[in-house]
């Protein structure tokens, strides 16, 4: 018998110390979003060329990498792998300051990817062990916040950054280096101040098992097929959230830009305000709604809250076709939002509903379909859907279909799930 989870307050730094890690990787992660347009200019980019860099390079590694790091994080010292997965990260945003052509940006952006949805996956099944079941919608709660503040700084921070180096602030330092690519050589060395405080975690003892971290793999496949009428609708809901959040979140700026007559650092401060504000609003809605659904004894209460969002997420979708930037700004505002809360209570129920041998391979294997789907083929099906409307001045309505059509399907797929959640009868 292992011991029992820590209580909440004792495990909070820890948990401090993994949302500081998860949000510093999603910070490098969508550093680039921010800045395309200048590497466009620069490096003479096409649309389609950055759907490609923004989404496919990160769609390649999570479907080859993300099931065996899940495989990974269910059988080795988690601790230990984060750190070399947030070393992995920095390395792709060095190689995204200096890379000569478009063939190593792509490579740089894939260990960018490797590196911080890798270490999703080992912070939220450390964060499962940290917590008791009862609490493990708060503690999620905490990471989370860290992924939003991340996602946030990569439009605030880095936007920032692009501006006050365009305006000369740092030429002693970076000489002659274009704007989008000082902000990244900034960012790389901050990541690895940053990233220190992992060196100081340990790896906790393991908990809620059903065949145990050394069963055989055919054992741990035979446990999730016994699941896959629960795990094939919530997977698919989750896709589609991130399909949206992905597409939007890669072509808001360009929008922006092209439509409102506004530059990265012109929406820099505000956007990131707002996504970090949605991010906070969406991690706490999520983390309360799955502490309060799993109270409620309701046969899928946990993800009543995830259904909720998937719907209010389809008019929200319409955010490219606003008619100024206030409401562009609200709209999505609550589009992240119910990405947020969608995803933190997609992330308990893996935590609740599974055991622990299961967790980092069925995250892993969400984060590979997510990443062929969400970041592989949205942004590129936004370029697909802007050219058959007429080119890339269509980029706000194409933006908005799929958009639209994505949310919509999440609803539907989460609603499925919720009525098909396993039982949960797991051992120490």
Same mark, same amino acid.
């Given at each position: 018998? @292992?011991?029992?989870?820590?209580?909440?307050?004792?495990? +909070?730094?820890?948990?401090?110390?993994?949302?500081?890690?998860?949000?510093?990787?999603?910070?490098? +992660?969508?550093?680039?979003?921010?800045?395309?347009?200048?590497?466009?200019?620069?490096?003479?980019?096409?649309?389609?060329?950055?759907?490609?860099?923004?989404?496919?390079?990160?769609?390649?590694?999570?479907?080859?990498?993300?099931?065996?790091?899940?495989?990974?994080?269910?059988?080795?010292?988690?601790?230990?792998? =984060?750190?070399?997965? #947030?070393?992995?990260?920095?390395?792709?945003?060095?190689?995204? !300051? %200096?890379?000569?052509?478009?063939?190593?940006?792509?490579?740089?952006? +894939?260990?960018?990817?490797?590196?911080?949805?890798?270490?999703? @996956? !080992?912070?939220?099944? =450390?964060?499962?062990?940290?917590?008791?079941?009862?609490?493990?919608?708060?503690?999620? =709660?905490?990471?989370?916040?860290?992924?939003?503040?991340?996602?946030?700084?990569?439009?605030?921070?880095?936007?920032?950054?692009?501006?006050?180096?365009?305006?000369?602030? !740092?030429?002693?330092?970076?000489?002659?280096?274009?704007?989008?690519?000082?902000?990244?050589?900034?960012?790389?060395?901050?990541?690895?101040?940053?990233?220190?405080?992992?060196?100081?975690?340990?790896?906790?003892?393991?908990?809620?098992?059903?065949?145990?971290?050394?069963?055989?793999?055919?054992?741990?496949?035979?446990?999730?097929?016994?699941?896959?009428? %629960?795990?094939?609708?919530?997977?698919?809901?989750?896709?589609?959230?991130?399909?949206?959040?992905?597409?939007?979140?890669?072509?808001?700026?360009?929008?922006?830009?092209?439509?409102?007559?506004?530059?990265?650092?012109?929406?820099?401060?505000? +956007?990131?305000?707002?996504? %970090?504000?949605?991010?906070?609003?969406?991690?706490?809605?999520?983390?309360? #709604?799955?502490?309060?659904?799993?109270?409620?004894?309701?046969?899928?209460?946990?993800?009543?809250?995830?259904?909720?969002?998937?719907?209010?997420?389809?008019?929200?979708?319409?955010?490219?076709?606003?008619?100024?930037?206030?409401?562009?700004?609200?709209?999505?505002?609550?589009?992240?939002?119910?990405?947020?809360?969608?995803?933190?209570?997609? !992330?308990? #129920?893996?935590?609740?509903?599974?055991?622990?041998?299961?967790?980092?391979?069925?995250?892993?294997?969400?984060?590979?379909?997510?990443?062929?789907?969400?970041?592989?083929?949205?942004?590129?099906?936004?370029?697909?859907?802007?050219?058959?409307?007429?080119?890339?001045?269509?980029?706000?309505?194409?933006?908005?279909?799929?958009?639209?059509?994505?949310?919509?399907?999440?609803?539907?797929?989460?609603?499925?799930?919720?009525?098909?959640?396993?039982?949960?009868?797991?051992?120490?």
């Amino acid at each position: 018998m @292992t011991s029992a989870p820590p209580p909440f307050a004792r495990a +909070m730094p820890r948990l401090l110390a993994l949302a500081l890690a998860v949000g510093i990787g999603f910070t490098l +992660m969508g550093s680039f979003s921010t800045v395309q347009e200048g590497a466009k200019a620069q490096m003479g980019l096409s649309d389609v060329q950055l759907s490609l860099i923004q989404g496919v390079s990160i769609a390649i590694p999570l479907l080859l990498l993300s099931i065996p790091i899940g495989i990974a994080v269910d059988r080795v010292n988690r601790v230990r792998l =984060l750190i070399l997965l #947030s070393l992995l990260g920095i390395t792709g945003t060095l190689g995204t !300051a %200096f890379a000569p052509s478009v063939e190593t940006l792509f490579a740089a952006r +894939m260990l960018t990817a490797i590196g911080t949805t890798g270490g999703l @996956t !080992a912070a939220l099944s =450390l964060t499962a062990d940290l917590c008791a079941t009862a609490a493990r919608g708060r503690g999620t =709660l905490i990471v989370s916040l860290g992924q939003r503040l991340g996602i946030a700084a990569g439009f605030g921070l880095v936007g920032w950054l692009f501006g006050r180096i365009g305006q000369g602030a !740092a030429e002693n330092l970076l000489g002659a280096m274009s704007p989008w690519r000082g902000a990244h050589l900034i960012l790389a060395v901050l990541a690895a101040i940053l990233v220190v405080p992992l060196l100081f975690l340990r790896e906790p003892a393991r908990h809620e098992m059903e065949a145990g971290p050394r069963a055989a793999f055919r054992v741990v496949l035979g446990e999730l097929w016994q699941r896959r009428r %629960f795990l094939g609708p919530l997977f698919a809901g989750q896709v589609s959230v991130v399909m949206a959040d992905a597409a939007g979140g890669i072509w808001a700026v360009p929008v922006l830009s092209r439509n409102y007559g506004v530059g990265p650092d012109e929406v820099a401060g505000w +956007m990131g305000l707002m996504i %970090f504000l949605a991010g906070l609003g969406g991690a706490i809605l999520g983390g309360i #709604s799955a502490d309060l659904g799993q109270k409620s004894g309701r046969p899928g209460g946990l993800l009543l809250g995830a259904v909720i969002a998937a719907a209010l997420g389809i008019p929200a979708a319409l955010f490219p076709l606003s008619p100024n930037l206030p409401v562009f700004a609200a709209a999505i505002g609550l589009l992240l939002l119910c990405g947020t809360l969608t995803g933190l209570i997609v !992330a308990v #129920s893996l935590t609740v509903f599974l055991p622990n041998e299961l967790r980092g391979l069925s995250i892993g294997v969400f984060i590979a379909i997510a990443g062929l789907i969400g970041y592989g083929l949205a942004p590129t099906a936004v370029a697909g859907v802007s050219k058959l409307l007429g080119g890339e001045a269509q980029l706000a309505p194409a933006l908005a279909i799929v958009g639209v059509a994505t949310s919509a399907l999440a609803f539907v797929a989460f609603l499925a799930a919720m009525r098909r959640c396993p039982p949960t009868n797991f051992h120490d």
